[in-house]
């Protein structure tokens, strides 16, 4: 059932309401972590920032939050060109995006201190990445310094387009679309999941955006460009947003029904909101696993 009154924030504020203090009050000692899957431009950052904001209303006095999406995570520009080289009979690893293109060395050592396992047991802050995507013409680069959290982190919100994508087994799985470019792709994406959404370890809630037509991502992400450019001034032109989406399609078509049917991202509970181009939401589903 869905209320046409409620917005999507609504919703994710409720759904954490209602399991983020159950997690307090069990003593986990534990991050927890939020992770908020939608296609790109569906609003996930938007809304990420205003649930930051409204957990740091309630917990900010007590408890350490963290957010980043993954997008802070890519190579600094100067790898993604020799990424570019290194794979360049593949269109779809040519330039920032897809699963491959992040720096997993320093995705590994963000989480490997968010719960203490480094070498350095005394250190009080963690520094999480930030992304430029207006430098380089729209290519992008890491901006030269990140954001200070404190250690221990009770909550970790991490937004992504392809958060919970479940790799295929080739050879072993039969998928018809796991072909050419995509190969390289999947074999990359194996990396992202044992680290974050089947990791063990982690004890986590998810959000899901999805959308019955998803070619609504073209109009989203022209928005977010838009955005972009009436505040620094620069980004990519219609065309190169057009084409930088294209790019995404054959990973939405391998994965993404697979996906949002599982309802699978939070190994606590997962929130899957349908929304339109316009952003209202048409349907809501709450799949509690613990
Ligand atoms: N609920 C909303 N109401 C109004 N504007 C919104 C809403 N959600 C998103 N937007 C606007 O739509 C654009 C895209 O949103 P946002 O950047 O949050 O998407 P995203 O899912 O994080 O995309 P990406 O995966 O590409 O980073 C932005 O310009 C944002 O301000």
């Known amino acids: 059932m869905c209320d046409k009154s409620k917005t999507v924030l609504d919703y994710t504020i409720e759904f954490l309401d209602k399991y983020i203090p159950e997690w307090f009050e069990t003593g986990n000692k534990c991050p927890l972590f939020i992770f908020f899957s939608g296609p790109q431009g569906s609003g996930k950052s938007f809304t990420s920032i205003q ?29 993604q060109l020799k990424l570019n080289e290194q794979f360049k009979n593949n269109k779809l690893l040519q330039g920032r995006g897809l699963p491959g293109t992040h720096d997993m060395k320093l995705l590994q050592e963000v989480l490997n201190t968010i719960f203490n396992n480094n070498e350095h047991p005394d250190q009080d802050t963690v520094v999480l990445p930030k992304y430029d995507k207006s430098q380089f013409k729209g290519e992008g680069d890491r901006c030269p310094t990140g954001q200070k959290i404190k250690l221990p982190v009770d909550i970790f919100i991490l ?88 790019r995404y399609m054959p990973s939405y078509k391998l994965y993404l029904n697979d996906f949002v049917r599982s309802e699978s991202l939070g190994s606590i509970a997962t929130l899957t909101l349908g929304i339109d181009s316009n952003r209202n939401v048409y349907s809501t589903k709450t799949r509690c696993i613990e």
Do not use: C
């Open 51 to 79: 649930i930051y904001n409204h957990l740091m209303e309630k917990y900010g006095g007590e408890k350490s939050i963290g957010y980043a999406s993954i997008d802070d995570f890519y190579l600094t520009h100067e790898d």
């Open 159 to 246: 937004e992504g387009w392809f958060l919970g994508f479940n790799p295929i087994l080739q050879g072993i799985e039969n998928n018809d679309l796991l072909t050419g470019d995509m190969v390289d792709v999947n074999a990359k994406l194996f990396f992202y999941s044992d680290l974050l959404w089947r990791n063990p370890e982690i004890k986590s809630l998810g959000i899901v955006f999805t959308t019955d037509n998803i070619n609504n991502v073209y109009g989203w992400r022209l928005q977010q460009e838009h955005e972009l450019i009436s505040k620094v001034g620069k980004g990519m032109t219609d065309e190169q947003v057009h084409a930088f989406v294209d």
